[in-house]
Structure formats: C-alpha cells, structure tokens
C-alpha cells in the first residue's frame, strides 16, 4: 500500500540509451522478471553501494600505508570483537538461513554482488 502511495507521486522520465544498451537491459529485467525501471533502480542501489565500499577500502589501505598504529589498534580491535562473538551462536546462522549466504543475490528483492 505504501509503495503504491510512494511511487504514485513519482513522475517518469526519459533516458537517451545506445539500443544495445537498452536491448541488454530488457534481456536483464525480462531474466528476473521485473519492470526495466525496477531493474534500472537496483543496478543503480548495486553502483552507489560498491562506489561506497571501495571508498571504504580506499580509507582503509590508506590507514594500513600511513599509520600503522592505527591499522594495529583497529586489527586489535577486529580481532577481540572476534574472540568475543566466536561462542555466541550467530555463526550457525548460516546453516540455519542459507539464503543469505548466496553472495549472488538469491533472497527475494536482493540487490546481486553485495
């Protein structure tokens, strides 16, 4: 019901596309069976996610390269925050929910690669 109010207010718009782009795009969205625009919104929520987690490694070799005090604490920290989840029991969760495991997107409305 909410969607429906959301993108009610939402207006269409047209893009300029090479029609072998187009036609790739069409062959995507028909494979997984959703509208060309849904398939155009995920693949641009997969783009911003991967610019944000390459920033993320870019900040986080820059630290390993530039202070490796830094780098040393924060492996420090990683690795108590570790030992200290090690018996909590979330590790079987993948057996218990292996859907979430399928890196390519196998849970309903994923978003594949992330």
């Not at 269409?12 to 398939?39: P, Q």
């Not at 029991?89 to 309903?108: H, K, Q, R």
Request: hydrophobic letters at 40%; one cysteine or more.
């Amino acid at each position: 019901m909410y969607a429906f109010l959301y993108t009610d207010c939402m207006s269409d718009t047209t893009i300029r596309l090479d029609s072998v782009v187009r036609d790739k795009l069409r062959a995507l969205a028909e494979e997984d069976g959703v509208a060309l625009g849904d398939l155009m919104g995920r693949l641009a929520e997969r783009e911003q996610y991967q610019r944000e987690m390459r920033r993320a490694n870019d900040v986080m070799d820059a630290m390993r390269r530039e202070d490796p005090a830094a780098w040393q604490e924060y492996q420090s920290e990683l690795d108590a925050f570790d030992s200290g989840t090690a018996w909590d029991g979330i590790a079987a969760s993948a057996a218990e929910w292996p859907e979430y495991n399928d890196v390519t997107g196998g849970a309903p409305g994923a978003v594949s690669g992330r």
